[in-house]
């Protein structure tokens, strides 16, 4: 039996970049950096496409510029705000089914990194 068509995930990973985000005052005053890992679930897809068209799939470069845009659009005072904003505005591209979004604080601490992990959607 021939195989023609799978579940598809989108994965961005290790995304890195300043973003104004916190409570504290050293946090208010500038950016820090962040981390973000992103699965977006595309459901079931053609193992090839029907043609080599980039426009026929969700460009990943759209992807991590809206990451980027969404994280460094204004100052937020919660990971957890700006999280679920990410995530909301990841479900709403076309095909997407599901997101799973983790956001990194680097340097909070000096022994570890600070995280939050949201999934929406199907998986």
Avoid at 49 to 55: K, Q
Avoid at 78 to 100: C, D, F, N
């Amino acid at each position: 039996m021939s195989h023609t068509t799978g579940n598809q995930t989108l994965q961005l990973s290790g995304l890195r970049f300043n973003a104004n985000l916190g409570i504290l005052e050293s946090e208010k005053t500038a950016p820090q950096p962040i981390l973000v890992d992103a699965e977006l679930n595309l459901g079931p897809q053609p193992l090839e496409p029907s043609d080599d068209d980039i426009n026929h799939v969700l460009d990943y470069r759209k992807v991590r510029q809206i990451i980027i845009d969404d994280c460094t659009a204004e100052h937020v005072n919660l990971l957890e705000s700006l999280i679920g904003k990410l995530a909301q505005r990841l479900m709403q591209l076309p095909g997407v089914l599901g997101v799973r979004v983790k956001i990194a604080k680097l340097e909070i601490f000096d022994d570890c990194e600070v995280a939050i992990r949201v999934e929406t959607g199907q998986w």
